[in-house]
């Protein structure tokens, strides 16, 4: 009897050890990645202010950042971000220790080992609402990169990882930035919207990302930073067709603060219903608007006109992109903006410092993220 039983013990251990998904096998359980940083990595979502090259592998998209000279400091060259060098994405994730850049979810190459430290959803162009970037051709909105995540990404990692989404997200960084497009090439462009309302636009578009939010969180997401939309009437594309007040122009700026406004409140309130969460708001309006205003005790010397030579609609551009192959001025880094709408590398490593480490509640709401990716959930 005792021998039955002992073998009956040995044998329900071993079965123990053959468990699939067992997270003593789990290999993210730790915190900490192979560089000694508190994230295992990033998972990106939003417009082109985070993408990190999705749009180069999209037929007939418009929006695309491929060519010089976009890249022209970024030691790959032009990849498809849109600035001169690296975007904040880049940089959090140098903050963060990451043992490499996160490759961009469209691309092939894309899989397998590659997708363990995170991976990009983001397209440029694209917006929150699903008609947003319509007009840029073929871009990936905020639902179908949220989709991707889920049902191609997740799945892989979860082979990769040896463990279940809820074991792993909480050691992920989810970023999102988006909104500023559904403003800019949603809301102000078309007719169908002259019997809405900016507030109620807004808040329709404030609920839609708060059931994105919670759906990343019903798939294991557990630390979120969202990104505020930037001061959108500050942009040389809108400044050069619009008149401004104190160099902007105000009912652009308006949107965005009223946008802004709604994602700070979101953070609060979105705690409660996704238990075990950790929000960062990233008052990036805030950061480039105190620029704007006083360029050079920020170490600005240009903050209304393009790095790079812009082609325009008559030339067959659209007032925001590069022009490709065209002239860039010598000192990108005293620039704040590198084409008619994106900020420089420059703007980009304050944005990112300051998401990390500031601690005025008005640039970090309710903690920075060094804190944040600290703490135990």
């Known amino acids: ?126 917006g929150i609402l699903d008609d947003t970037g319509s007009l840029a051709g073929h871009v990936i909105n905020m639902n179908q990169q949220i989709r991707n995540f889920e049902e191609i990404t997740l799945p892989e990692l979860e082979t ?57 969180h019903s798939l294991g997401a557990r630390k979120f930073v969202v990104m505020s939309v930037n001061p959108l009437g500050c942009s040389p594309v809108v400044r050069m067709n619009r008149p401004t007040h104190n160099g902007c122009v105000q009912n652009m700026n308006w949107a965005a603060q009223l946008f802004n406004s709604h994602l700070k409140s979101l953070v609060d309130v979105i705690r409660a219903e996704m238990p075990g969460s950790s929000l960062v708001f990233v008052n990036s309006y805030k950061i480039i608007r105190d620029i704007i205003k006083n360029p050079i005790s920020k170490g600005f010397n240009d903050s209304s006109t393009t790095c790079c030579e812009v082609a325009s609609i008559s030339e067959g551009g659209n007032g925001i992109l590069c022009k490709r192959g065209g002239e860039v001025c010598a000192n990108r880094s005293s620039h704040v903006y590198f084409d008619g709408l994106h900020p420089t590398e420059a703007v980009n490593v304050q944005i990112a410092t300051k998401a990390y480490v500031s601690s005025l509640k008005t640039e970090v709401y309710p903690t920075n993220i060094a804190r944040m990716t600290k703490s135990k959930i």
Do not use: W
Not at 177 to 190: A, E, H, I, Q, V
Not at 198 to 207: G, I
């Open 1 to 126: 009897m005792a021998a039955t039983s002992s073998r009956l013990f040995f044998l329900a251990l071993s079965l123990l050890a053959c468990f699939p998904f067992c997270s003593c096998h789990c290999s993210s359980l730790s915190n900490k990645n192979a560089e000694g940083g508190m994230m295992k990595g990033m998972f990106v979502f939003g417009s082109s202010l985070v993408d990190n090259g999705n749009n180069n592998f999209l037929p007939n998209s418009l929006a695309r950042a491929d060519y010089l000279p976009y890249g022209i400091d970024f030691p790959l060259g032009p990849s498809g971000r849109f600035t001169n060098g690296r975007n904040v994405i880049d940089l959090l994730g140098g903050h963060l220790k990451l043992p490499s850049l996160i490759p961009a979810f469209a691309d092939p190459k894309t899989r397998g080992s590659k997708i363990v430290h995170g991976v990009n959803f983001a397209s440029g162009a694209s």
């Open 160 to 216: 990769q990882l040896g463990c279940r989404s809820p074991q792993s997200l909480p050691n992920y960084l989810f970023v999102v930035g988006t909104g500023g497009n559904d403003y800019s090439f949603n809301y102000f462009l078309r007719s169908s919207n002259q019997n809405v309302s900016l507030e109620m636009f807004t808040a329709n578009l404030t609920a839609s990302l708060s059931r994105q939010l919670k759906k990343l």
